[in-house]
């Protein structure tokens, strides 16, 4: 019996390991840069594009209130669950091309306003916060 409880306990530490090196703490870097290079302004309205490919990259930008925002999220042989995007605020579940573009109309946001996608399993995320 005691040998059963230790080997679960090892099991557990490392499917826990593993889940903390791939979500663990927010990278440094591009992927969380507050100065949000991932955002253009065409015609009037805000594009934020974001990566879907394990995990969502960047998983945080800043941008700007007040304007018409689009999301354009981008994969390429994504095959893992962030293709099963939910961004509950504004509606949008939906399973995106495994190599593709697809365009989500945010609408537009007020200062202080947090819109965050979600992958269907929860393992996944990312944030735009309009400033």
Same mark, same amino acid.
């Given at each position: 019996?005691?040998?059963?409880? *230790?080997?679960? *306990?090892?099991?557990?530490?490392? *499917? ?28 009037? %309205?805000? @594009? %934020? ?6 995990? @969502? ?66 393992? @996944?995320?990312?944030? %735009?916060?309009? *400033?």
């Amino acid at each position: 019996m005691p040998k059963i409880l *230790i080997t679960l *306990i090892v099991i557990f530490v490392v *499917i826990g390991g593993i889940f903390l090196l791939q979500n663990g703490p927010a990278q440094s870097g591009a992927q969380n840069d507050s100065r949000s290079t991932n955002i253009s302004v065409k015609d009037k %309205i805000q @594009y %934020i594009s974001i990566e879907a490919k394990g995990g @969502y990259s960047p998983r945080v930008t800043n941008a700007k209130s007040g304007i018409p925002t689009k999301l354009i999220v981008k994969t390429d042989n994504t095959f893992d669950c962030s293709s099963a995007l939910v961004i509950r605020s504004v509606g949008f579940q939906s399973m995106l091309p495994q190599t593709g573009e697809t365009e989500i109309d945010l609408g537009t946001h007020g200062a202080g306003e947090t819109v965050q996608g979600i992958c269907s399993m929860g393992m @996944y995320s990312f944030q %735009i916060h309009f *400033i």
